[in-house]
């Protein structure tokens, strides 16, 4: 897989990481933080923060919620191995919930299942206090600016 | 299906509806407002509105996100079927992406496929300009209060 992945000092991930780009504005809204990225073993890791404006009926964080942050970690870590003028647009998310999260800290950590030439495989966990509140299996494709 | 319904006058989506309750935080985050309920038809639509907040790095409103409103909708349809002190938990959400959607209004339609005594299916559509953005089906479960 590691042969697969290419990571280009101008593209668009690499000049956010540098911070000569500001993140995308759904990240700042979800509190994201990319804290690790290893294109050799096709992982990211980035830090979330779920404010009291997520929480469902139950006062805990809305399912949806935790999606957007794993649909963040899952397409940054794609996005991670693009080529300029490339970006990744994601086809279909599929979520579980395995337990409530409170307002507050989360992690989340994206793997690479397969990176294709076109289609991407993406599997996400998001974790609050060591543990996993939901997963998600992310299929992306690689769009090219024509 | 209109059969296993049921709407308590004291149900918390009642109070809801009436104004008598605020709704929940992320409903108001993601600018939703109800605009139909038919427990005969099985079906509860409401409006949304993403705001440039929301938005990914191809600027068009992030999938998530647009899980965030299908979670919403379908939990609302749910939850316009429960007793008081229930609440709706939804265990998994699976969602596809069929166009890109950018910032402004949306609308959002559930339909329950089946609403068992604890466990319900629903499926969802949300729309921008009469087109569907994003599908999702949802399954969620009735949590007791005990």
């Given at each position: 897989m590691a042969a697969d992945i290419t990571s280009a000092a101008e593209s668009y991930f690499a000049r956010v990481r540098r911070g000569d780009l500001p993140p995308p504005p759904v990240s700042t809204t979800l509190g994201g933080r990319i804290t690790a990225v290893d294109l050799e073993a096709g992982t990211l890791d980035s830090d979330y923060h779920a404010g009291?404006?997520?929480?469902n009926p139950a006062g805990q964080v809305q399912g949806g919620v935790l999606g957007a942050m794993l649909d963040d970690v899952t397409a940054f870590l794609v996005t991670a191995t693009l080529a300029p003028g490339e970006h990744c647009a994601t086809l279909s998310l599929n979520l579980s919930f395995l337990r409530p999260a409170r307002a507050g800290a989360l992690q989340g950590r994206a793997q690479l299942v397969r990176r294709g030439r076109e289609v991407c495989h993406v599997a996400g966990d998001l974790l609050q206090d060591g543990r996993v509140v939901a997963t998600a299996a992310a299929v992306c494709t690689v769009v090219r600016k024509r």
């Open positions: 009291e404006a997520f929480l």
